[in-house]
């Protein structure tokens, strides 16, 4: 159900306001409630899935996002909640093909 409210959320941003909105749900978010970390870190991923995929603010976002490595990743103890953080970081840090536009591999086959 975290993945279904997620998702809706996606058309009710605006592309100008992905940013703001974005460092909301990012600062909203801390390690005291992991049920709450979890919901902001769906949402965080459905919106960078949903935004970035057309190019929107990816430049912006990600220093934002890095500023929270010690927070989720060093001081969290959740596995979950580390392990998801970990894969946004993977998809959209690490793996940031969508910055120059690259095409998905998956999308090429």
């Known amino acids: 159900t975290r993945e279904m409210s997620a998702s809706s959320l996606i058309p009710l941003i605006a592309s100008h306001d992905l940013v703001r909105s974005y460092t909301e749900i990012l600062s909203s978010c801390g390690i005291s409630n992991q049920n709450k970390l979890h919901g902001c870190l769906v949402q965080l991923q459905y ?60 999308k090429r086959e």
């Open 47 to 106: 919106l960078m899935r949903g935004h970035l995929a057309s190019n929107v603010a990816g430049i912006d976002i990600g220093p934002i996002f890095l500023s929270k490595v010690d927070q989720l990743l060093y001081k969290n103890s959740c596995e979950l909640t580390r392990y998801l953080f970990l894969c946004i970081m993977d998809e959209f840090v690490f793996d940031a093909k969508w910055i120059s536009g690259e095409p998905d591999k998956a």
